[in-house]
C-alpha cells in the first residue's frame, strides 16, 4: 500500500507559515537563469515558483495542492520517484526543500536529470557541515540527528548529478518562509504550535515538550536573552554573487540552510551545478566529479535592512 503524504496530515494551514521569502526567490531566479520552461518538484502551495516562465508544479499530497492559490501554475498529482513526463521536457526543474522526504532519493534525482534539459536546482541542507544554532544546542538536540539520517550529502548529489556548484543562501532575520532556521532571531516563534506545526522536523520529536519547557523558561527569566540577545542586533544581507561559466549548465541548489552553519545572524544554502547533458559520461564510461565550494563573505551588517535583489 502506498504511504500517505506527510504533508496529507502536517500540510493544513501550511501556508499560513510557509511563504515565499523575496531574497531566497531572487536567488532561486538567479540560479535558474535563462531556462525557458521549469518544472517545480515537490512543489507544495508553490513557494518559489517563476511567474516569468511555464511552470509545471507537481505535488504528491492532495492537501498542499488544495492550498495552491487561484492562477497558480498547473500542478500534477505525482512523485519525485515517478515523473509523468519525456525526457528533456523543461528546460529546468527546481526542487525547494523536498528530497528529504522522497522514499528513494536516487531514483528522485535521477528522475529530475532525465527530464531537464539545462540545469537542476535544489535547496536541501547539507548534513556535513560543521555548524551550530542554539536551538539545536540548546533545546533539541536530536533534530540534527533526524535531519542527518534523511538529508542527501553532497556526495550523494554529485554521485547522481555529477559536477555540482555550491552556493550560500543566507537567511534574513525576518525570513517569511518558516522553515527551521527561519527564526533564528525570533526564539518566541517556536512556542507557537502553528510554526512548529509548518516545520517537518518537529513531527519527528518523540516529545517535544521537555525543549519547549526550557526555552520557555529561559525567555521568561532572561537566560536566552543573556546567551544570545547579541543577535537582536545583527541583520543580514546576502552576498551572493554567484559566477556562470558556459550557456549550458545544471544547476542543482542543495539549500544549505542551517543556519548554524553560518555566522549566527544567517544561514546557509547551497547552489550546485553540472554540465550540458552532452558533456555527461555515459553510465558505461563512468563518472569523474569535481566540486568547488564558496562560502559567504562574512557576517551580515547590523543596520536592519537589505539590499534589493537588483543590489545583490
Not at 78 to 104: E, I, K, N, Q, Y
Not at 234 to 241: F, G, K, P, V, Y
Not at 247 to 270: C, F, I, K, N
Request: net charge positive.
Amino acid at each position: 500500500m502506498t504511504p500517505r503524504p506527510l504533508y496529507d496530515t502536517i500540510g493544513r494551514g501550511y501556508d499560513a507559515h510557509r511563504r515565499p521569502d523575496p531574497r531566497i526567490a531572487a536567488a532561486l531566479a538567479d540560479a535558474l537563469g535563462a531556462a525557458a520552461s521549469v518544472v517545480n518538484v515537490g512543489a507544495g502551495a508553490g513557494s518559489y515558483e517563476p511567474t516569468d516562465r511555464p511552470v509545471v508544479a507537481v505535488e504528491p499530497s492532495p492537501a498542499m495542492l488544495r492550498q495552491r492559490r487561484p492562477g497558480a501554475a498547473p500542478a500534477v498529482q505525482a512523485s519525485a520517484t515517478d515523473l509523468p513526463f519525456r525526457d528533456a521536457a523543461f528546460g529546468a526543474a527546481l526542487a525547494v526543500l523536498t528530497v528529504h522526504h522522497w522514499p528513494d532519493r536516487a531514483r528522485g534525482l535521477g528522475a529530475l536529470a532525465r527530464v531537464t534539459r539545462e540545469r537542476v536546482v535544489i535547496i536541501t541542507w547539507d548534513p556535513a557541515a560543521l555548524s551550530r544554532f542554539w536551538l539545536i544546542d540548546d533545546y533539541f538536540p536530536e533534530l540534527v540527528t533526524l535531519d542527518r539520517d534523511i538529508f542527501p550529502t553532497l556526495e550523494e548529489l554529485r554521485r547522481v548529478l555529477g559536477r555540482i556548484e555550491v552556493r550560500a543562501v543566507l537567511v534574513p532575520h525576518d525570513c517569511v518562509d518558516g522553515f527551521l532556521g527561519a527564526y533564528w532571531r525570533r526564539p518566541h516563534a517556536y512556542l507557537d504550535a502553528g510554526v512548529r506545526g509548518a516545520i517537518s522536523t518537529f513531527t519527528k520529536l518523540a516529545d517535544a515538550e521537555p525543549g519547549l519547557a526550557r526555552l520557555r523558561a529561559d525567555l521568561a527569566d532572561g537566560t536566552w536573552e543573556r546567551r544570545h540577545g547579541h543577535l537582536r542586533a545583527r541583520c543580514h544581507r546576502s552576498r551572493l554573487s554567484p559566477r556562470r561559466r558556459g550557456a549550458h549548465r545544471r544547476v542543482t541548489t542543495p539549500l544549505h540552510w542551517a543556519p548554524w552553519a553560518m555566522p549566527p545572524e544567517s544561514s546557509g544554502r547551497d547552489i550546485a551545478a553540472r554540465g550540458p547533458r552532452s558533456a555527461r559520461p555515459t553510465p558505461s564510461t563512468g563518472r569523474r566529479w569535481g566540486f568547488r565550494r564558496r562560502r559567504p563573505t562574512g557576517p551580515g551588517s547590523s543596520a536592519c535592512s537589505w539590499s534589493p535583489p537588483t543590489a545583490w
